[in-house]
């Protein structure tokens, strides 16, 4: 992880509180000097942070920008191992056709446990069936490679019930909205679609034997509900259609994680 990296793992997890850029610098190894030059790498990247004499740097809280330093600034212990040391396993695009498709191709030719692939828009994105999937950006679309032995069952209804019902503790556990999983991958905020969960897995062609699975989530989290397509317009809704977030995309993303990462 860069240094710059670091600054802002630091500042993600004390969006609080400021931080001197002493502390900083002690607590990193590094020189004030480069503690400066990264704050200001981060503005240039699009970051907002506050700066105040006497008392340091603070990250302003309506940053949203997608970063493997967020994510990890709010991982559990045990999750935040599986990727300490290891940038290569986050992926992160602006926009990118497909997370699942991209997943899937790391899972063929490097497989990884715990490989995330992340998107702030998918152009091709995809439901069961192979139906489209509405994916602007302001979205949430992650896709997670996992492997046979770090999950609860085989079945591909099961794994995803198993998602589903994690993804809507994550959501609950820091909003005050209260998903509901209908069988069995879409997740509904009343009567209106918020999320939806797509399995992919690999075998190996001999043996039939389960080699890994992708899961797919993509939610509506603060997309225009407005902008959306007349087939899905009232049927869908975005997670925080009324314009007041509450948390940031890397914190969802991270506590996702938490609940299907062993």
């Known amino acids: 992880m860069s240094s710059k990296d670091k600054i802002l793992e630091l500042l993600e997890a004390n ?28 503005r240039k990247n699009g970051y907002e942070i506050e700066a105040v004499s006497n008392k340091g ?40 056709p497909s997370t699942n498709r991209k997943a899937k191709e790391l899972a063929i030719t490097d497989l990884k446990y715990g490989t995330l692939v992340i998107a702030n828009e998918q152009s091709e994105g995809r439901g069961r069936a192979d139906h489209s999937f509405y994916s602007p950006k302001g979205g949430l679309y992650m896709s997670v490679v996992m492997t046979p032995e770090h999950l609860p069952s ?80 009232n049927k869908a809704t975005s997670l925080f259609s009324d314009g007041n977030i509450t948390i940031t995309r890397n914190q969802l993303v991270a506590e996702i994680l938490n609940r299907i990462l062993k």
């Open 15 to 42: 969006k609080s509180t400021f931080l001197s850029g002493e502390a900083m610098a002690s607590s990193l190894g590094i020189s004030r000097n480069a503690i400066w030059k990264a704050i200001n790498d981060l």
């Open 57 to 96: 740097y603070r990250l302003a809280g309506q940053n949203d920008i997608l970063s493997s330093a967020g994510i990890s600034s709010y991982l559990k212990e045990d999750v935040a191992d599986i990727y300490k040391g290891n940038d290569s396993l986050i992926h992160i695009y602006d926009s990118i």
């Open 154 to 233: 085989t079945d591909s209804d099961e794994i995803t019930t198993f998602i589903g019902n994690a993804v809507c503790d994550a959501i609950a556990s820091l909003t005050d909205v209260k998903p509901t999983l209908k069988p069995i991958n879409d997740l509904f905020v009343g009567d209106k679609k918020i999320c939806g969960i797509l399995t992919e897995a690999g075998t190996e062609f001999e043996t039939g034997r389960l080699q890994w699975i992708v899961i797919g989530i993509g939610i509506n989290f603060n997309a225009d509900i407005n902008a959306f397509p007349d087939e899905i317009k």
